[in-house]
C-alpha cells in the first residue's frame, strides 16, 4: 500500500527558505511512472496546487509560485522535496505531498500524506 | 485566487439528496476531467470523484458526479451525519498550464 510522510521544520522565518521531504514507502519512485506533487492549505481556507514532478525529473509549477519553487527527487532515499524560497507569511499553512494520476487530460491525486503544518514567523 | 467556483455551504437533513455545483471556463471545466475530494474536519483530503464521474473504490455510490459543459456537480444521495466535510471540485487548467481547486463548500447534516 502506497503511503507518503511529510517532513520538515513547522517554523519558519520570514525572507528564508522553506525546505520539505516527502518519504514515498509501498513503491519505488525510480521503477514507478509517476508523478510526485504538493499542495498546501493556509489555515482555514482552500487548497492550492503547488507543482509536480515526474520520477525522472520533469517539472510543472503553479505559475504564480514557479519563481520561488523547486521540487526534486531523490530516487536513492525514494522521497521527493519541496523548496519554496523568500516566504513571508502568507506561505503559513498545512502543506500535503501526494501522488497525481497523470494520463492525457486526466490528473487527479489519489494518493496524499497527512499534511504538515509550516509556520512563518519571526 | 481558485479559478473554479463553489457555493461556501450547502446543507441537507439526514436522507436527503444535497447537490454542489462547480463553475469553470472553457480552458478547465470545458476542456479537462473534473475531480472532487472530499476534507473531513482536521484530515487530509481524500479523493471521491474522478474523470467527471468515477468512484474510487471504496467510495459509496451515494456520491456521484456530472459534467454539463464549462460546470460540474456532485451529488450526495441519502445524506448522513458523517458525510459532513468540506467539498473541493479540480481540473487542469490548459491556459495555466496547472491544477486548480474550487473554493470548496462546507456540507452540514442538520
Known amino acids: 500500500q502506497l503511503q507518503l510522510q511529510e517532513s520538515g521544520p513547522g517554523l519558519v522565518k520570514p525572507s528564508e527558505t522553506l525546505s520539505l521531504t516527502c518519504v514515498v514507502s509501498g513503491v519505488s519512485i525510480s521503477s514507478s511512472s509517476y508523478y510526485w506533487g504538493w499542495i498546501r492549505q493556509p489555515p482555514g481556507k482552500g487548497l492550492e496546487w503547488i507543482g509536480s514532478?515526474?520520477?525522472?525529473?520533469?517539472?510543472y509549477y503553479n505559475p504564480s509560485l514557479k519563481s520561488r519553487v523547486t521540487i526534486s527527487v531523490d530516487t536513492s532515499k525514494n522521497q521527493f522535496s519541496l523548496k519554496l524560497n523568500s516566504v513571508t507569511a502568507a506561505d503559513t499553512a498545512v502543506y500535503y505531498c501526494?501522488?497525481?494520476?497523470?494520463?492525457?487530460?486526466?490528473?487527479?491525486?489519489?494518493?496524499w500524506g497527512q499534511g504538515t503544518l509550516v509556520t512563518v514567523s519571526s | 485566487q481558485s479559478v473554479l467556483t463553489q457555493p461556501p455551504s450547502a446543507s441537507g437533513t439526514p436522507g436527503q439528496r444535497v447537490t454542489i455545483s462547480c463553475s469553470g471556463s472553457?480552458?478547465?471545466?470545458?476542456?479537462?476531467?473534473v475531480n472532487w475530494y472530499q476534507q473531513l474536519p482536521g484530515t487530509a483530503p481524500k479523493l471521491l470523484i474522478y474523470s467527471n464521474n468515477q468512484r474510487p473504490s471504496g467510495v459509496p455510490d451515494r456520491f456521484s458526479g456530472s459534467k454539463p459543459g464549462t460546470s460540474a456537480s456532485l451529488a450526495i444521495s441519502g445524506l448522513q451525519s458523517e458525510d459532513e466535510a468540506d467539498y473541493y471540485c479540480a481540473a487542469w487548467d490548459d491556459s495555466l498550464s496547472g491544477y486548480v481547486f474550487g473554493t470548496g463548500t462546507k456540507v452540514t447534516v442538520l
Open positions: 472553457n480552458s478547465n471545466i470545458g476542456s479537462n476531467p
Open positions: 501526494g501522488r497525481p494520476f497523470w494520463s492525457g487530460s486526466h490528473y487527479y491525486f489519489d494518493y
Open positions: 514532478i515526474y520520477y525522472s525529473g520533469g517539472t
